[in-house]
């Protein structure tokens, strides 16, 4: 089992950035693929991006490519979401998550362990 804790949200204007952080517990990060989602008032959870058990493979969904960009310290047991340009739009909780199977996947059913989430609110 991992236990995962974000950090590093806040209040932004619009067209700054902030660096997300999700500190995992446990042995076996390495063996986990990384999932960033995020939920805003009264909306689903939805899929932001995805990073590989290694590293090397990542996924973004089109609302935030070319803005955002995830990554991972499997020495230091965390992943990482640098989020630049932030838009009003992208004000909501973040949460990473932690998925077992190899299969790629964006549904937040697909993945097993959560954290809490961390505030992201981003003024116009």
């Known amino acids: 089992q991992v236990q995962l804790v974000e950090s590093g949200g806040g209040l932004v204007q619009a067209g700054g950035s902030l660096r997300l952080s999700c500190a995992a517990s446990?042995?076996?990060?390495?063996?986990?693929?990384m999932g960033w989602f995020r939920q805003a008032p009264g909306k689903e959870r939805e899929f932001v991006t995805r990073?590989?058990?290694?590293?090397?493979?990542?996924y973004y969904a089109d609302s935030v490519k070319g803005r955002f960009t995830v990554s991972r310290d499997n020495a230091k047991n965390t992943v990482f979401l640098q989020m630049n340009s932030l838009k009003p739009e992208d004000t909501a909780v973040y949460f990473c998550?932690?998925?077992?199977?190899?299969?790629?996947?964006?549904?937040?059913?697909?993945?097993?362990?959560w954290g809490q989430g961390t505030q992201v609110t981003v003024s116009s």
């Open positions: 998550a932690a998925q077992i199977r190899l299969t790629v996947s964006t549904a937040p059913n697909d993945y097993d362990y």
């Open positions: 446990g042995r076996t990060f390495n063996s986990y693929n």
């Open positions: 990073i590989s058990r290694s590293g090397i493979s990542t």
